[in-house]
C-alpha cells in the first residue's frame, strides 16, 4: 500500500435484484434517513494511522444489493452507508421477498449505515469497539455476487481513507486477503455492508471497500461504529463471544448466521432519473 493514497474501489454492489420488492404491488415510501456526525470545529475525530486511502466515488446510485448484519435482536442492524446512500426504498431480505426498511441512521464520520427499527433476529452478532492488533486474523462474511461467501484475512492496521475529492477522511481498518470460501478470486461485489469478525469472535468492523490491487479489504473502524450505535440509542443487546477455534468454526458460524437470518442481503432502489 502506498502511502498517500492507492485508488481504492468500494465494493461495487451487485445491480441485479433477486427478490419481488416486498411482496406488493404499491412500493412504500422513502426511509427517513438522518445523519449522525460526531465532528465539530472543537472536537475532531483523531487520525488512526498513517496509511492514506483514496476511495473511488461511486457515482450515482443504482439499484443494487449489499449484506446487513444484526446487532441487537430487537431489530437493529448494520451496513456500509454506501449502500443505503440515495436509495428510494431499502429492504432486508425475508424469503422471497424484501422487507422495507423505514428508518436508517447513516453515518457522516465513516462508512457506515445502522437500521435501528428494521427486523427483530433470534440472533445478533457480539460487537467489540476495540480495534484488534496487527496481525490478527479476520473472518469477512457476506454475499459477494450475490452469493455466500466467507474471506479470510490479516490485520494490517488502522488507516485513513476519503472518498474522492473530499477533504474528510474516514477511520479505517486495512486487512490483507488470505483467502476465500468457497474459493475464488473475483470481485467482492456484494459484501459491502457485511461483517468483519476478529478470532476472538467479535465483530471490528464493516465491510466497505477495496484496493485496485487485489487483496487489501478496507473496513470502518469500531470505534466509528461504536459511537453512531451509542448515540441512536437502539443497541442494547450484548450476545456473548466465543473465540474461533480455526477455519472450519468460523464457516460454521458463517452458516449458522445465514440460516438463522442474523446475515442477510440488503436491496437498494432508486427511482429512475433520482440521483445524489
Not at 468500494?10 to 420488492?21: K, R, S
Not at 422471497?96 to 462508512?111: G, L, M, T, Y
Not at 457480539?126 to 469477512?140: D, K, L, R
Request: glycine content about 12%; aromatic content about 6%; proline content about 11%.
Amino acid at each position: 500500500m502506498a502511502r498517500g493514497g492507492c485508488g481504492c474501489l468500494p465494493f461495487a454492489l451487485g445491480g441485479l435484484l433477486l427478490l419481488a420488492w416486498f411482496g406488493q404491488e404499491a412500493a412504500p415510501p422513502p426511509p427517513r434517513v438522518e445523519d449522525y456526525d460526531p465532528r465539530s470545529p472543537r472536537r475532531p475525530m483523531p487520525q488512526t494511522g498513517d496509511e492514506q486511502f483514496v476511495i473511488d466515488d461511486p457515482g450515482a446510485p443504482a439499484d443494487s444489493m449489499g449484506t446487513a448484519f444484526a446487532i441487537d435482536r430487537d431489530g437493529a442492524w448494520l451496513t456500509a452507508e454506501h449502500v443505503t446512500h440515495g436509495c428510494s426504498r431499502v429492504g432486508l431480505e425475508e424469503g422471497r421477498f424484501a422487507r422495507p426498511v423505514a428508518r436508517i441512521i447513516e453515518s457522516r464520520e465513516a462508512d457506515a449505515s445502522l437500521l435501528p427499527a428494521a427486523l427483530p433476529s433470534p440472533q445478533a452478532l457480539p460487537f467489540s469497539p476495540t480495534a484488534p492488533q496487527p496481525g490478527t486474523p479476520g473472518f469477512h462474511m457476506g454475499f459477494p455476487a450475490g452469493e455466500p461467501t466467507l474471506v479470510m484475512s490479516e490485520l494490517i492496521g488502522s488507516a485513513n481513507a476519503r472518498r474522492g475529492r473530499s477533504d474528510v477522511t474516514q477511520p479505517v481498518l486495512a486487512w490483507a486477503e488470505q483467502g476465500r470460501l468457497p474459493e475464488g478470486d473475483g470481485p467482492l461485489s456484494g459484501i459491502s455492508g457485511g461483517p468483519v469478525l476478529a478470532e476472538d469472535g467479535h465483530v471490528v468492523g464493516i465491510n466497505s471497500a477495496s484496493t485496485e490491487r487485489r487483496g487489501r479489504i478496507l473496513t470502518v473502524a469500531p470505534d466509528a461504529i461504536a459511537r453512531m450505535t451509542a448515540a441512536s440509542k437502539a443497541v442494547d443487546d450484548r450476545p456473548v463471544a466465543y473465540p474461533f477455534t480455526g477455519l472450519a468454526d468460523a464457516q460454521s458460524r458463517f452458516e449458522g448466521w445465514l440460516s438463522s437470518g442474523a446475515i442477510r442481503r440488503i436491496f437498494c432502489d432508486v427511482d429512475e432519473g433520482r440521483g445524489g
